[in-house]
Nanobody
Framework: QVQLVESGGGLVQAGGSLRLSCAAS????????VAWFRQAPGKEREFVAV???????YNSDSVKGRFAISRDSARNAVYLQMNSLKPEDTALYFC?????????????????WGQGTQVTVSS
């Protein structure tokens, strides 16, 4: 059983930065797709960024140029560096891994999820 734990969320002013971490136990990230999603109150879960085992990454248009996903195989962790944060980035951020089927930017394709870490950006 894979367990994911996110950390690094918090309250930050607009224009600030945060780095989220996703740590895995029970499995290794080295050969898996890992993605970040976010969910704001009253909204659907939204794709943010994904990294494949090849190292290739892809970001959503809403965070392109501001956020970067990366992985550290030695620590079995995946990170989301978030810069130039905006109030509309406020959400609960989740990491997910192991695609059951389909593409990496659709939430329902993932088997394992963390509990999330809250990011709040004040204006």
């Amino acid at each position: 059983q894979v367990q994911l734990v996110e950390s690094g969320g918090g309250l930050v002013q607009a224009g600030g930065s945060l780095r989220l971490s996703c740590a895995a136990s029970g499995s290794t990230f080295s050969n898996k797709v890992v993605a970040w999603f976010r969910q704001a109150p009253g909204k659907e879960r939204e794709f943010v960024a994904v990294t494949w085992s090849t190292g290739h990454t892809y970001n959503s248009d809403s965070v392109k140029g501001r956020f970067a996903i990366s992985r550290d195989s030695a620590r079995n962790a995946v990170y989301l560096q978030m810069n130039s944060l905006k109030p509309e980035d406020t959400a609960l951020y989740f990491c997910a891994t192991e695609i059951i089927k389909g593409v990496g930017y659709e939430a329902h394709n993932y088997k394992y999820w963390g509990q999330g870490t809250q990011v709040t950006v004040s204006s």
